[in-house]
């Protein structure tokens, strides 16, 4: 047996052996600078149209999203109760920088699913995710939104959860 091999024998004489002493590589990464706003119309009162515009830029010296390994920049909004997503609107108003594109999904149980089309009852839907189908490259900004109803009887302020997911390239 060579150095870097460990063979053990257990209770019942059964050999085992393991290569021991491989040399472990140093992965390190540059944390992403991403710049990430939201705007929505004013004033929003009950009954109203809001339209929501999602501004995205990455700030930093490195590409964003890593799609062709599973690892694309994701955006997800979640709805607040008391709205109701605008059918098409996902799709609409977006300013991609270069050949940059983005696909949408819609969730109707909450991020536990997703669907690649717009559901027929959009008031089911919960959440939209944008998902940018190639790196965001630095110094690039990209924006998209959608709009929601917001239901007569709504009497508190609207407020969207966001998460955004990314990934270094």
């Not at 900004?141 to 997911?165: D, H, K, P």
Request: with cysteine; proline share 5%.
């Amino acid at each position: 047996q060579s150095h870097n091999q460990l063979i053990a024998e257990d209770w019942d004489k059964e050999a085992y052996n393991a290569d021991i002493g491989r040399t472990m590589h140093h992965l390190s990464a540059t944390l992403p600078n991403l710049q990430f706003e939201q705007q929505l119309t004013t004033p929003v009162s009950p009954g109203a149209t809001v339209n929501v515009q999602l501004n995205l830029g990455n700030q930093g010296a490195e590409a964003l999203g890593h799609p062709e390994l599973g690892a694309p920049l994701v955006v997800t909004q979640s709805l607040a109760a008391g709205t109701t997503y605008i059918p098409g609107s996902a799709l609409l108003n977006q300013t991609l920088s270069g050949d940059l594109s983005l696909k949408v999904a819609y969730s109707t149980d909450n991020q536990i699913t997703w669907l690649s089309e717009e559901p027929l009852t959009v008031a089911d839907i919960t959440d939209i995710r944008w998902i940018l189908e190639q790196p965001l490259a630095a110094g690039a900004n990209i924006q998209f939104g959608y709009q929601f109803l917001l239901s007569a009887n709504y009497t508190e302020s609207t407020m969207m959860m966001c998460w955004v997911r990314h990934f270094l390239s």
